[in-house]
């Protein structure tokens, strides 16, 4: 990034760089990496978005799985962890 401008003393920035920024920004929420935000800010867009929304997807999948088998076992009546007849199923079920 090159150099910023400085009027009166504050940062002045080119309008494209502050696109840049913010499209980083994006990527880096939407779970890219630094080298795959830079594959993605040169071309390709699509195809690297419908990736990553797979990877998401995938993600969101197992979080689901190991966020049911959590309610399972806070469901169970079991005194202990150790003692729960569920843990195979919410292990199982986890994978
Ligand atoms: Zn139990």
Do not use: H
Not at 42 to 66: N, P, S, Y
């Amino acid at each position: 990034m090159p150099a910023a401008e400085r009027v009166a003393g504050r940062r002045v920035y080119d309008e494209s760089i502050l696109d840049r920024l913010a499209a980083i920004s994006l990527a880096k929420r939407a779970g890219f990496t630094l080298a795959e935000t830079r594959l993605l800010l040169a071309g390709g867009r699509a195809r690297r978005l419908a990736r990553k929304a797979g990877e998401l997807d995938a993600r969101i999948a197992e979080l689901t799985a190991r966020k049911q088998s959590l309610a399972r076992l806070a469901a169970c009546g079991c005194k202990s962890l150790l003692a729960c007849g569920r843990i195979a199923d919410a292990t199982l079920s986890a994978r």
